[in-house]
């Protein structure tokens, strides 16, 4: 009774911490709002996996000894760097999808395994400057204070109440989008990728301005 008191509150801590992360706006966000509409609601379970994945390992080298290496600024900084390269990338490949293809790319499924929403999820959140600053910092007080000192069970509550949160949040997106497209046409569709992906460039242009800051 007590491991499964101990569970549930650890759980629900990190549901919760986990949520007002997901919650914020990101790249990933903006992602799964451009492939819900594309892919349809599975779109948002699938990136979540794609970052709950990742987030697995990541936990897994934390509890190794990664987290110093979180903590050291020129490693944070190049983080940015080259994160904000990618999502430069991606948000061109997006914007020059929508001018090749018009009105093709709303019923069109990308055969580029990086266009994959799962493949994008763990992309983009290795790419996130702010995903690494979130683990140096949020992720790795919570997981040491809460979740280690109540051995394994702590932290697979801790893991998994993160991961929850993820899954709860991008579904919760995707379905928005996804039944949304039913009743919007083809141009609106259309302008709305485009945004999407001048978003995603914004932030990588951002990205590398941050990240750039740490060297100057």
Do not use: C
């Amino acid at each position: 009774m007590a491991a499964l008191e101990s569970f549930a509150i650890v759980f629900a801590a990190s549901f919760s911490i986990g949520l007002s992360g997901a919650m914020s706006p990101g790249p990933l966000t903006v992602f799964v709002m451009g492939q819900s509409a594309r892919h349809g609601v599975v779109a948002g379970p699938l990136a979540a996996l794609g970052h709950g994945l990742l987030e697995v390992a990541l936990v897994v080298l934390l509890w190794l000894g990664l987290a110093r290496v979180f903590q050291w600024e020129p490693a944070l900084g190049a983080i940015g760097v080259v994160g904000g390269l990618v999502m430069i990338w991606m948000g061109w490949q997006i914007v020059s999808g929508v001018r090749r293809k018009g009105a093709e790319l709303a019923v069109s499924v990308s055969d580029r395994r990086a266009d994959h929403p799962m493949v994008g999820g763990a992309v983009l959140s290795l790419a996130n400057p702010y995903w690494s600053f979130w683990w140096a910092t949020v992720g790795i007080s919570t997981m040491t204070t809460l979740a280690l000192p109540r051995g394994a069970i702590g932290l697979t509550a801790f893991t998994t109440g993160h991961i929850a949160s993820d899954f709860f949040w991008f579904t919760l997106v995707a379905i928005v989008f996804a039944t949304g497209r039913r009743f919007i046409t083809d141009r609106v569709y259309q302008s709305a990728l485009y945004l999407f992906g001048i978003l995603l460039a914004l932030f990588g242009v951002y990205f590398i301005w941050q990240g750039a800051t740490v060297f100057l």
